[in-house]
């Protein structure tokens, strides 16, 4: 089963073959999906990566504080979305 990683303080440019990349190192990748911004579809600065276990969490351990396009990367396990109010 795929385990799911967030990335935060991610640089604007980067791009989900970059991550890609970068967390292929560590085993097979699933999926890449960095979050814009809805209004603007400008970068938001973090994502998710998804990958098997045993490389998604040497990953975790590898990247987090790495740095990555001159930023410091916060790299950990992603917590399921808490529910959120319903919007009227």
Known sequence: MAKSIYVG?????ATEEQVQ????????????KLVSD???GRARGF?????EEP??????????NANFGGRTLRVNE?????PRPPRY
Do not use: C, H, Q
Not at 55 to 64: F, R, T, V
């Open 9 to 13: 303080n991610l640089p604007w440019s």
């Open 21 to 32: 990349s970068l967390f292929a190192d560590y085993g097979p990748v699933v999926s890449v």
């Open 38 to 40: 809805r209004e603007t």
């Open 47 to 51: 994502g998710f990566v998804e990958m």
């Open 55 to 64: 490389g998604a969490s040497a990953a975790i351990e590898a990247l987090d």
């Open 78 to 82: 992603a917590k399921p979305r808490a």
